[in-house]
């Protein structure tokens, strides 16, 4: 009877260590990744799906009104990073997440202290700006909240989507250069229902486009998106023919929500051109 007993001892004492192996405590379970942001096109994503205690940090250039991808306001409610190693191994967050230009020594530092650094590119489509947006927001824990972003994104490109012809444009960039049409901007240009003038013109990618030559060859519409002299010249004025609209330079380089407000302005130009 007593062999019985411990028997029986024995199997309730396994099948507890079992459990406890198995069953994981509600808190832990919940828990998701804090994460620190060093690039600004993440930041801006992020701050839009992660939960406003997992975003531990975002980069230096969204505090800057001259180079955020954000709202300036909802940016300085995070506090802010230089990307330095120090910085974030006082942060001790989760996940760090850097752009594919991550200088190779900050990231050799911070895989050697045990850091999971996870890299994106510069999206170049509106399909790889959906899949940036998904794979942030399952790194993050919130594939809901990604599946959300995702689907406003795609109202706001619906609801910018011209019934009339396209029109002739030039996106007029920081210092005189104008985007190549693999460009993640020129694929939204061509969504809003313009056409590039630039590309009609032989110029590519990042190509640098006088005064004279617009001049010459002048489009229908004239986007400016930069202050160099050139962009600026009371000239341009006197071009009856030629609608002139301003884009601010944050609405260039990033995914994500930054689409939503690249779309709406654009729309609002077509708008203003009737």
Same mark, same amino acid.
């Given at each position: 009877?007593?062999?019985?007993?411990?028997?029986l001892w024995?199997?309730?004492?396994s099948?507890s260590l079992?459990a406890?192996?198995?069953a994981e405590?509600p808190?832990?379970?919940?828990?998701?990744?804090?994460?620190v942001?060093?690039?600004?096109?993440t930041?801006?994503?992020?701050a839009?799906?992660?939960?406003?205690?997992?975003?531990?940090a975002i980069?230096?250039?969204?505090?800057s009104?001259a180079?955020?991808?954000?709202?300036?306001?909802?940016?300085?409610?995070?506090?802010?990073t230089?990307g330095?190693?120090?910085?974030?191994?006082a942060?001790?967050?989760?996940i760090?997440?850097?752009?594919a230009?991550?200088?190779?020594?900050?990231r050799a530092?911070?895989?050697d202290?045990?850091f %999971?650094v996870v890299?994106f590119?510069?999206?170049?489509?509106i399909?790889?700006?959906r899949?940036?947006?998904?794979d942030l927001?399952q790194?993050?824990?919130a594939?809901?909240?990604?599946?959300?972003?995702?689907?406003d994104v795609?109202?706001?490109l619906?609801?910018?989507k011209?019934?009339?012809?396209?029109?002739?444009?030039?996106?007029w960039?920081?210092?005189?250069?104008?985007?190549g049409?693999?460009?993640?901007?020129? %694929?939204?240009?061509?969504?809003?229902?313009?056409?590039?003038?630039?590309a009609?013109m032989?110029?590519?990618?990042?190509?640098y486009?006088s005064l004279e030559?617009?001049?010459?060859n002048p489009?229908?519409v004239l986007?400016?998106?930069?202050q %160099?002299?050139?962009?600026q010249?009371?000239?341009?004025g006197?071009?009856p023919?030629?609608?002139?609209a301003?884009?601010d330079s944050?609405?260039?380089?990033?995914?994500?929500?930054?689409i939503?407000?690249m779309m709406?302005?654009l729309?609002?130009?077509?708008g %203003?051109i009737?």
């Open positions: 009877m007593a062999k019985s007993a411990n028997g024995l199997l309730l004492g099948l079992f406890c192996g198995q405590p808190e832990k379970a919940r828990a998701q990744p804090t994460i942001s060093l690039n600004p096109c930041d801006a994503i992020l839009e799906v992660a939960g406003p205690e997992q975003l531990l980069s230096h250039y969204s505090h009104a180079s955020t991808s954000m709202d300036l306001a909802k940016a300085r409610g995070y506090n802010v230089g330095t190693v120090e910085e974030v191994v942060l001790q967050p989760d760090v997440v850097a752009g230009f991550m200088p190779p020594a900050t530092a911070l895989d202290l045990g %999971e890299t590119g510069v999206v170049s489509s399909s790889d700006a899949t940036q947006i998904r927001a790194l993050a824990g594939v809901d909240s990604g599946d959300r972003l995702v689907a795609d109202a706001a619906l609801n910018a011209p019934a009339g012809d396209a029109i002739s444009a030039v996106l960039q920081p210092s005189g250069i104008v985007p049409e693999d460009a993640l901007v020129s %694929e939204l240009l061509r969504h809003a229902g313009f056409t590039s003038h630039s009609a032989g110029l590519q990618q990042a190509d486009l030559r617009m001049l010459t489009p229908e986007l400016l998106a930069g %160099e002299r050139s962009q010249h009371p000239v341009l006197q071009l023919d030629i609608h002139r301003t884009l944050s609405l260039l380089y990033c995914g994500g929500p930054t939503i407000r709406d302005r729309a609002g130009i077509r %203003e009737g």
